[in-house]
């Protein structure tokens, strides 16, 4: 019997390296004994009508560590991908009293799984590589991630090099603007803004735009701990960072200027407007995700 399972298992990765089950599927060859090979499910919810962009993101990197694995000079029928989707295994959902997707979980060739055994996607993301990491945590089994070539990135940066490198030589004549104090500082301020907002987290965590409940399709753009954060949590703070500096240069702008009195009454009111406000919110952000801190500023 394991040697028609092993059979069967190997015979579908040849074909795709992620194994699609459905209820009866998982219950023959991942629940039912006897098994001496590991198998990674991603529970995911992939149809249209289930409007999970997340299952999307996190379904491109889990093909791309299943075909890692299926064609490096180190497979062995040890571990198998596999994915079930809540259209075609709602059984399976029910009977593992799951309620949110994609959730990935390592079923060990012997026992039952631990805690541990499910992927703490919140925490550290569904990029290929987080993902490669876990695995190797708990099956022993090593896998280098190969991602297909990208172009799109030195593309870009080709392009822009050749904006900038257009511009200049149209106005080789003229390359005061270079020297303009406010265009290094309007360039340092976006940096600045882009980096504390947290991109370079995103970069290299990969977390999800957002977190859909596939039960209640409420969605949270915040994440609710301090260890993680959404894609979208930081386009929010970048957004609530720029409005307050905003309200902070047209405070100094209303302090400074020439303009007449009125308008700079206009401004002060304004800046200060904005930096309460989007302070405000900042700091209700902060206090969702470290629960316990005691502090608010107009809205708690």
């Given at each position: 019997v394991l040697l028609l399972k092993v059979g069967q298992l190997m015979d579908w990765t040849g074909k795709r390296s992620v194994i699609r089950?459905?209820?009866?599927?998982?219950?023959?060859?991942?629940k039912a004994p006897p098994r001496n090979y590991s198998v990674i499910i991603m529970f995911t919810a992939l149809q249209p009508q289930r409007q999970c962009g997340v299952c999307k993101q996190a379904d491109e990197e889990y093909q791309i560590l299943a075909n890692s694995w299926r064609y490096s000079n180190a497979f062995t029928n040890r571990v198998f991908f596999a994915t079930v989707d809540f259209d075609e295994g709602s059984d399976v959902f029910q009977m593992l009293n799951m309620n949110s997707?994609?959730?990935f979980i390592h079923f060990p060739a012997k026992g039952k799984p631990k805690?541990?055994?499910?992927?703490e996607l919140q925490v550290r993301g569904f990029a290929a590589e987080?993902?490669?990491r876990w695995v190797g945590d708990r099956t022993d089994v090593q896998i280098r991630v190969i991602r297909p070539p990208n172009y799109a990135g030195p593309l870009m940066l080709g392009f822009l090099l050749a904006v900038i490198g257009g511009l200049a030589y149209l106005r080789r004549n003229n390359l005061e603007f270079l020297y303009n104090r406010n265009v290094w500082a309007f360039s340092a301020l976006c940096f600045c803004?882009?980096?504390?907002?947290?991109?370079?987290?995103?970069?290299i965590r990969g977390p999800p735009y957002a977190h859909k409940n596939p039960n209640t399709g409420q969605v949270s753009y915040i994440h609710g701990s301090s260890q993680a954060q959404f894609v979208a949590e930081t386009h929010i703070v970048l957004l609530f960072n720029c409005a307050v500096t905003l309200g902070m240069v047209l405070l100094h702008e209303a302090a400074t200027?020439?303009?007449?009195?009125?308008?700079?009454?206009i401004m002060c009111i304004g800046g200060i407007c904005l930096v309460m406000l989007f302070f405000s919110w900042l700091l209700s952000i902060f206090r969702a995700k470290y629960h316990g801190y005691p502090y608010s500023f107009l809205m708690s």
């Open positions: 089950m459905n209820g009866e599927k998982f219950r023959r060859f991942v997707a994609p959730t805690k541990s055994d499910t992927y987080q993902l490669a803004l882009i980096m504390t907002s947290g991109q370079m987290w995103n970069h200027s020439d303009m007449d009195i009125g308008k700079r009454k």
